[in-house]
């Protein structure tokens, strides 16, 4: 148990700050704390470390969280990076929506921001400043946070959840000891002489390499994920439903589509324990061996990946090629990548034209709608495109996947639950006939509290 301090020393007033009467309780804070603490354990890291560095991608979306406790960096967790502003490339004038981008401090913490909360990173930096003399700019804006919500104007906003975090760590460690590294791309992935290539800015080689520079001190393993061998289709099912062991027999056989269905099962904890690394296996399995599903899930996995893994770019990609193979899923997936605003404009500009809504309809169309046997994660999914603008037809899809035996459809019932919510009991008693041991015994309130815990 992280023990109770106190908080908010000697923070400063920032832009966007609401009334102190509305100063996040210190309890948000704790809570914050104790997530990390488990965090830095799985890690083997001591909390609170010495040190933060966190490493903002642009392109790829992901905020790396890194500690230093003793000698070198440990990686401890990514965060999503949930709007992108501008393009990719360094800010150079006010008014321009670019996120900067060069190694940074945290100047300042904000408990009243009016996106949650809020640290403000020095921009501009002796670097920015130095280079904007050389090209005679002036104005180059300021009041660059790292905040909740997902809306942005050349900050990063990481959702309410991450920002608790993030502000809860940086007040425990000191923002002397905060280091803000933001860069267009992974250039521990991407050679410097590349990026700066697609820029018109003179001196932009000489930032990027000394950003790769910086980096080298955060080493990622080796990218271990290759594209599919073919082009991606939609493959008969054949092991049975919600059956690891049947799809793992069958996958070793050299069937890609119960591959897919393992990584699936394994991946999100359905009906077997969660094992992300043989998810991932599996799917990557089934996606490199042509299987729609498998890119569909393995985009979906690239998304929500609390890792290294964590790539807007590589999940655009893969559900991409998933929709144009035919899956219903893949094409739900890219659907909403394309309307969650997570796209810089070099990667947006394929989702131009009506294509989120498009894909949207494909995947209403592929679907399944029986919900039963496999087509209850196909419901779950119908579900899940319906959030959060009709709630009714969510509910619908939500409780028809749980009846069909799906877990994840439960889960979406209990956390829809409210007035006008149908009893979810019931469908955890038809699924447990069904053969979802998962179901039997469960009751709507035990669903809403583990659902609430791991919001």
């Given at each position: ?100 981008e060069g190694v940074y ?71 002397a000891n905060a280091q ?146 035919g899956d219903g899923h ?126």
């Amino acid at each position: 148990m992280v023990r109770r301090v106190g908080w908010l020393l000697g923070i400063a007033a920032l832009a966007g700050a609401r009334p102190a009467a509305a100063t996040v309780p210190s309890a948000v804070l704790l809570r914050a704390e104790e997530r990390l603490a488990s965090q830095f354990a799985s890690r083997g890291v001591p909390y609170p470390p010495e040190a933060v560095s966190l490493v903002a991608l642009k392109a790829e979306a992901r905020l790396e969280l890194w500690a230093r406790s003793g000698a070198g960096w440990t990686f401890v967790r990514s965060y999503l990076v949930r709007a992108a502003s501008g393009r990719l490339g360094p800010k150079l004038r006010e008014g321009d929506r670019q996120v900067p981008e060069g190694v940074y401090r945290i100047a300042a913490l904000n408990p009243n921001s009016s996106h949650h909360l809020a640290l403000r990173v020095d921009y501009p930096n002796a670097f920015d400043r130095a280079r904007a003399a050389e090209d005679g700019r002036t104005k180059l804006g300021g009041d660059i946070m790292i905040h909740g919500g997902n809306e942005s104007v050349g900050c990063l906003a990481v959702g309410d959840a991450a920002v608790e975090e993030i502000f809860a760590l940086v007040s425990r460690v000191g923002t002397a000891n905060a280091q803000v590294i933001l860069s267009p791309v992974d250039l521990r992935r991407v050679d410097p002489a590349v990026a700066s290539a697609r820029g018109e800015t003179r001196w932009l080689r000489e930032l990027y390499t000394s950003l790769a520079r910086e980096l080298r001190a955060f080493a990622l393993p080796p990218d271990d994920v290759a594209p599919p061998r073919k082009r991606p289709g939609v493959a008969r099912v054949r092991c049975r439903a919600y059956d690891a062991a049947d799809c793992v027999r069958r996958c070793a056989r050299g069937d890609v589509g119960s591959c897919a269905r393992a990584g699936l099962l394994y991946a999100h904890g359905l009906r077997v324990g969660r094992d992300a690394a043989r998810g991932w296996a599996f799917l990557t399995k089934a996606c490199s061996g042509g299987d729609a599903f498998g890119c569909a899930e393995l985009g979906r996995l690239y998304l929500d990946d609390d890792g290294f893994r964590r790539d807007v770019g590589r999940a655009l990609q893969l559900t991409e090629a998933a929709c144009e193979g035919g899956d219903g899923h893949g094409c739900a997936y890219l659907a909403r990548l394309c309307s969650d605003r997570v796209l810089y404009p070099e990667a947006a500009a394929r989702c131009a034209n009506g294509r989120a809504r498009r894909a949207w309809q494909r995947a209403l169309a592929a679907l399944d709608d029986r919900c039963d046997g496999w087509g209850a994660y196909d419901c779950a999914t119908r579900a899940d495109m319906h959030l959060p603008d009709d709630v009714r037809a969510a509910r619908h899809w939500a409780a028809a996947s749980c009846a069909g035996g799906d877990p994840g459809g439960c889960t979406a019932l209990a956390r829809l639950g409210g007035d006008g919510a149908p009893d979810a009991r019931p469908l955890f008693a038809a699924a447990c006939r069904r053969g979802g041991v998962w179901a039997c015994g469960l009751t709507t309130s035990g669903v809403v509290a583990d659902a609430a815990a791991s919001r």
